[in-house]
């Protein structure tokens, strides 16, 4: 039938080899298995002079697995650094979250290993570990960069659960940075994000920086963290007043053991290939475009100062200053309120002894 053609898709198919060779990817020696496999895979697209590596990282009581390789371009030492997770939680096969992230990071690599694509950059492509234990993976990736790999990083692309959500975003620095433009005028679908800008909004987006301080954690944070402007494609709907996976229940599955292929099928169907699709193409078209060295080069230069004085405390300050000249203004106004009522009850008073009898009162004396 024409509309299971989705599942002869490269991308599908992937997703679908891979959650059936490791169904779960929780726990040390799962998650190894997974790494495993997909080393086998990209080491398939890679010279045999240059394949990926598998780096275990120690976080919380157990080791967890990062798997990574390098596109060389032999004119330059600066990199974008293209990542999506590859564990799961336990008990879940994380189809959506994130088999097919992964998917679309083997496709990337496939696309320009084997393609005579030039990007003016080194390529990098990390399949992370221990995501879902608390980005471990990721944590320990940018703890073992040197200050001259994070200065040479001029983008890190993060790819995680892109298809059960009703809607693809990007979350870039800001609502609108040039590199969020960039990106966004060539990924088809892209959703925009309500923008709530306001003091009371949210306590860490008080100037409405919204996207980078309000998403939810993932691979990109520690990069973010450490210096290193993100480009983050995740799906949910966040036209409610808080992020939903979905707005239909059966497409609310992260983290859940209903996170699998009966539901993607359900669901979701073809919108899954074809999201994934726009989300790899439309990256692909970004670094093509003649304008992404110096945007990319300059994304830098439009990250948000996250320095906690300046975002976090310094307009709560503000705020408190405001409202301490205000209570200020308003404690000798309220004495003048007191002192008026005081003084109207004693003009009553004094009134009364004063006032002259009226007429009625005068002729009652006759009786
Ligand atoms: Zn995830």
Redesign the pocket.
Known sequence: AASADYKNDPIYLFAKQFVEACPNRSGEIAEKAAADWLKTRFDELLPETSPSAIDRVSGYDRAVFNLSCKLDNPNTDRRIIIGA?YDAVSGSNGVG??AFGVAALYTLLKTFATGSRFVPYDLVFVAFGG?ELGLVGSYGYVNGMSEADKQRTALMINL??LVFGDKLYLHCENKSTDIADLFKSHVDGIAEKPYRKGVMTNGYDVYGYGYYETIQG?DHTPFRLAGIPVAFFFSGNYDGMAYAESANANRCVMNTSSDNFASLDNFVGAEAVTRTNAVISGIAATFADSDFAAVCDNAVNQLVNLNLVYTRLYPKLVALGLSLVCLLLLVPYYRKLQKRAIMGTAEAKTSRVFSQPDAEDIFTFDK
């Open positions: 997770h979250d994130n995501e995680d659960s993932s």
